[in-house]
């Protein structure tokens, strides 16, 4: 596709002397700037991509794809829970039982979400299972709870201790309503690495959760787990048919629908803000190869007197300019991976070097910077850097092949 006479003047070229020292300044500039742009999307997009896988996989792992449910408590739950199961694409179905209390530790109080549910759900949560740090599954019986990390930090609690929690609904007495209260047993601590899981939530074994919030033959709904949650439109279906007139049904898009979508808009509109810093920074190969063809014009008439054709000229020139292109982009790829491969060891040196806390937990829910390299995504941007500065070459190299020699040479 090139000849060796071609691959020798655009070698040449991408060589400035001194007295081109501007142009190959340029040509510098435009390739850092490909270099960064490209580094700079492909880690955004990373990031972007584990937030949302995170977030996603973590809020389903403990919540569920769907729920049965009624406005009062679902009392021939376990009935309702083997017709269910055998829905096509219901994976498990499991009782639950859900409500808010009031924790007391030592003189210090703060409001929790209980979750009720048998030992051996509990044990199918892998998210939940495989992030206990404190305790043992057998201790998740009648009067032991697993509360989270955060939670155990903020009251100072270990395994053993004793917590006591406050039911909103009590016994009606003379001075009005008396809050239930029990004193349970830490059993277990657990770090999913969610902020507001770790913080907020208490597991505690459904028949204790029936016992305390006087639930003795019911459950708040049933948990649905799929086989496939970003498809849950057909099982959903089948599950209303199965239990309709006896109770309702939601999915994890009508708790989390309208987050899941800002997630999808706001990495689309980064997807294309950070495409238009490498576009700008293709506008350099554009400047500084239209520089070069106006610098050496001389050159390209000689060229053309001792017989190179217009085909050449352009060759020549969109090879100088896509070699800065290519060249930065490749920088700029390998770049980005290997600092969204280690960016949860630079975030902690950094931390480290600046004394700050650069990610903050309490703000956005992880307690690790989450990146996710999808490399389809990765090759598009690539794909992407190179046709802009391919594309941006073709004018300038098109000016070199229709110069007319006589002109360039008129004044020499």
């Known amino acids: 596709m090139f000849s060796p006479f071609e691959l020798m003047m655009a070698g040449r070229y991408l060589r400035a002397r001194k007295a081109e020292g501007f142009v190959s300044l340029i040509a510098a500039f435009s390739f850092l700037g490909i270099m960064l742009g490209v580094a700079t999307l492909i880690i955004v997009m990373s990031v972007m991509n584990g937030f949302r896988t995170e977030l996603i996989t973590r809020i389903l792992g403990l919540n569920g794809h769907m729920s049965v449910y009624t406005n009062m408590p679902l009392q021939d739950y376990n009935a309702l ?3 269910v199961s055998d829905v096509e694409g219901v994976l498990s179905v499991a ?15 703060s409001g929790a979400l209980v979750r009720g549910m ?3 759900d509990f044990a199918k949560k892998p998210i939940i299972s495989k992030s206990i740090i404190s305790g043992e599954m057998s201790d998740f019986t009648d009067g032991g709870v697993a509360i989270g990390t955060k939670m155990a930090q903020k009251f100072g609690l270990i395994v053993g201790d004793p917590i006591t929690l406050l039911a909103p609904k009590g016994k009606p007495g003379p001075f009005g ?5 029990r004193t349970f047993t830490v059993a277990m601590i657990f770090d999913v690495g969610m902020f ?11 028949d204790s959760a029936q016992l305390f919030f006087q639930m003795p033959q019911g459950v708040s709904s049933l948990e649905i787990m799929t086989d496939d949650p970003a498809h849950i439109a057909d099982v959903r279906r089948r599950v209303s048919a199965v239990v309709a007139g006896e109770a309702g049904v939601y999915d994890w898009r009508d708790m989390n629908g309208s987050f899941y979508t800002a ?4 990495r689309n509109v980064m997807f294309l803000i950070l495409t ?23 050159d390209i008439a000689i060229m053309r007197t001792m017989g190179a054709t217009r085909g050449s000229m352009m060759r020549i020139f969109m090879m100088t300019g896509a070699t800065i292109g290519i060249s ?4 700029g790829a390998i770049s980005g991976i290997l600092f969204a491969l280690n960016i949860q060891s630079i975030r902690e040196f950094l931390e480290g070097l600046l004394k700050a806390n650069l990610f903050n937990e309490e703000i956005y829910f992880l307690s690790r910077l989450p990146s996710e390299i999808q490399w389809h995504q990765v090759s598009l941007i690539v794909v992407i850097a190179i046709g802009l500065s391919v594309l941006f070459t073709i004018y300038p190299a098109r000016r070199a092949a229709r110069l007319d020699p006589v002109e360039a040479l008129r004044y020499e």
Request: glycine residues 6%; without cysteine.
């Open 81 to 83: 829970g083997l017709r």
């Open 95 to 109: 009782p639950l039982i859900e409500s808010q209390v009031l924790i007391s530790v030592n003189n210090s109080a």
């Open 118 to 120: 048998r030992a051996e």
């Open 177 to 181: 309503t008396i809050p239930r209260s």
């Open 196 to 206: 507001e899981y770790d913080s907020g939530f208490v597991f505690m074994p459904l």
């Open 263 to 266: 997630l999808q808009v706001e």
């Open 276 to 298: 238009l810093m490498i576009a700008i920074a293709a506008f350099n190969i554009l400047s500084s190869m239209i520089m070069l063809v106006k610098d050496k014009g001389r």
């Open 328 to 331: 930065g982009t490749i920088a």
